[in-house]
Nanobody, 127 residues
Framework: QVQLVESGGGLVQAGGSLRLSCAASGRTVSRYAMGWFRQAPGKEREFVAAISWSGGSTDYADSVKGRFTISRDNGKNTVYLQMNSLKPEDTAVYYC????????????????????RGKGTLVTVSS
């Protein structure tokens, strides 16, 4: 079994930056794709970004492309989400996931279907 724990959320002003981390424990996730979803108040959970197990491929939601960067360190069993130029509409609870699915399918795959899921970390962007 794998446990995913997110950290790094907080309150930031618009235009600022945050880096989220998701640490996996229990077993290695080095052969899993990993990624991030988010859920804003009153909205459905949505895909944000995903990275292949090797780190060689990434995919992003159009709304964050060019502002967010996903990366991973398999030696530390951790995936990161660097968020720059944050906007108030980025305010959400951010969730980490790990799954063998190819990252090309993550945009249309429901979060609840991912093999492993974290409990989320809150990001609040003030205007």
């Amino acid at each position: 079994q794998v446990q995913l724990v997110e950290s790094g959320g907080g309150l930031v002003q618009a235009g600022g930056s945050l880096r989220l981390s998701c640490a996996a424990s229990g077993r290695t996730v080095s052969r899993y794709a990993m990624g991030w979803f988010r859920q804003a108040p009153g909205k459905e959970r949505e895909f944000v970004a995903a990275i292949s197990w090797s780190g060689g491929s990434t995919d992003y939601a159009d709304s964050v492309k060019g502002r967010f960067t996903i990366s991973r360190d398999n030696g530390k069993n951790t995936v990161y989400l660097q968020m720059n130029s944050l906007k108030p509409e980025d305010t959400a609870v951010y969730y980490c996931a790990a799954d063998p699915l190819a990252i090309s399918t993550w945009k249309t795959s429901p979060y609840r279907g991912m093999d492993y899921r974290g409990k989320g970390t809150l990001v609040t962007v003030s205007s």
